[in-house]
């Protein structure tokens, strides 16, 4: 082994997922979650939204939610986010999502306190 990898601390491997096989929950008809690894502190989730779902309610943040569109359009606060998209939304916001054609959107929020 080099002697400078010796000398380097040992380094946790991070927990891998592939998230197509990370068990899914409905959040309601249309909409499923995947909850991925996290520390707790900060939550890591996968949604699908299918076409033509609307998010069943008003989401108001108590705290910063951040999210990136893997896939699809999102429709919220009467724009459109493609695929690439990166939202944050402050505490003190509110929304009510939807898609037209399907979405699947990567949440990073708090864990609970």
Avoid: C
Wanted: hydrophobic share 35%; aromatic share 8%.
């Amino acid at each position: 082994m080099n002697k400078e990898l010796a000398d380097q601390p040992q380094v946790t491997e991070p927990e891998a997922v592939l998230v197509e096989a990370v068990e899914t929950s409905e959040v309601s008809p249309g909409i499923v979650r995947r909850r991925l690894p996290s520390s707790g502190q900060v939550v890591a989730r996968v949604f699908d939204m299918e076409a033509g779902v609307t998010w069943p309610e008003v989401d108001v943040h108590d705290r910063d939610e951040l999210i990136y569109i893997i896939a699809g359009e999102l429709l919220d606060h009467g724009r459109t986010y493609p695929a690439g998209s990166y939202l944050y939304y402050q505490a003190g916001s509110k929304h009510q999502p939807r898609t037209e054609n399907g979405v699947r959107i990567l949440v990073f929020g708090p864990g609970q306190p």
